[in-house]
């Protein structure tokens, strides 16, 4: 039989994502060349590896998918040779398919991607940004090889690397009269308009912190955008709740904005990568975790967090 690695990874990236059109993209080639692939591979087995559905995609045979398994492990087996190749020559190259809930990738990837870049610049980043819980189950569906986000509901089957805990605080236009205050309460501001990230889980979050008091905001605006978000608490509209602050002062149209400590009683986040525990992690993988690590122990992302005790 002559098929080549090129061709079985061609038609195990069309099986994962159950489509030739975004299988192109991920590869950023035209779908005729993959069609191709499993065509020849058809034709020199004479079977079909996968059912066609007009406007559904792709289906892998019975076939098929016994023929995806061991394609599949001679692909992880030439990765692994490959990976002890470069190891001998002190290379460390491949990609990464990296998720990332969205209002954080501005804040933590370049300071991560940056560091990656300064040891190991042959590593290339695929970055996915989204919802926290949708970059799970992108996990979990191994569409990416690890998500960075925060700690929630994880299924038995992923891992999670701590990186920090963020406390929440409140932002407040810079001439609120609350904006000296050095801590704050919900009960100081509920009744006051509020700004929401109206994303599932923060919205989720958001409420859940007023309702340990027994409260209910007064939400007038609300956006999917954090800076979005901010621009309006820094206009003077109201004011809003975050996690995780730029690393770097920020400049507003109109105005600007404070932030200031929630007290210590309200729940914390922890964000950290997630990854599958059954997943087969290149070296590129573990570069990132480790610079990440590294990172960490460094305390690179302290200045991403608002505490009452900076020392704590």
């Known amino acids: 039989m002559r098929y080549t690695l090129k061709q079985l990874r061609y038609i195990e990236i069309a099986s994962r994502h159950r489509s030739i059109t975004n299988a192109s993209r991920e590869l950023n080639i035209s779908p005729s060349s993959i069609s191709a692939a499993i065509d020849a591979i058809e034709l020199e087995l004479s079977r079909k590896l996968f059912r066609r559905l007009p406007s559904k995609g792709i289906i892998p045979t019975q076939f098929g998918a016994s023929f995806l398994g061991h394609a599949r492990q001679l692909l992880k087996a030439h990765q692994t040779f490959e990976q002890s190749v470069d190891e001998q020559t002190n290379i460390v190259n491949g990609s990464i398919r990296m998720g990332c809930f969205t209002p954080a990738a501005p804040i933590l990837l370049p300071l991560i991607t940056r560091a990656l870049a300064d040891n190991y610049p042959d590593i290339s980043i695929h970055f996915m940004e989204g919802d926290n819980n949708a970059n799970i ?76 008091d027994d409260l209910t905001p007064r939400v007038i605006y609300s956006s999917k955008s954090a800076e979005m978000v901010r621009s309006m608490v820094a206009s003077g509209l109201g004011y809003s709740i975050f996690n995780l602050r730029p690393l770097k002062k920020q400049q507003y149209t109109v105005g600007d904005l404070v932030r200031i400590p929630l007290a210590p009683v309200y729940r914390t986040v922890e964000f950290g990568i997630v990854y599958r525990l059954d997943a087969f992690l290149s070296k590129a993988d573990n570069v990132f975790i480790e610079t990440c690590l590294q990172l960490r122990d460094n305390g690179a992302f302290n200045d991403a967090v608002l505490r009452i005790n900076p020392t704590e």
């Open 137 to 212: 189950s992108r996990v979990t569906r191994n569409e990416i090889d690890m998500g960075l986000g925060f700690r929630s509901n994880l299924d038995e089957s992923l891992s999670f690397i701590p990186l920090f805990t963020a406390p929440p605080h409140i932002t407040l236009p810079i001439d609120h009269p609350l904006a000296k205050s050095d801590v704050l309460t919900l009960k100081d501001v509920y009744k006051e308009p509020m700004i929401l990230l109206d994303l599932q889980q923060t919205r989720d979050y958001m409420f859940s912190l007023f309702a340990e």
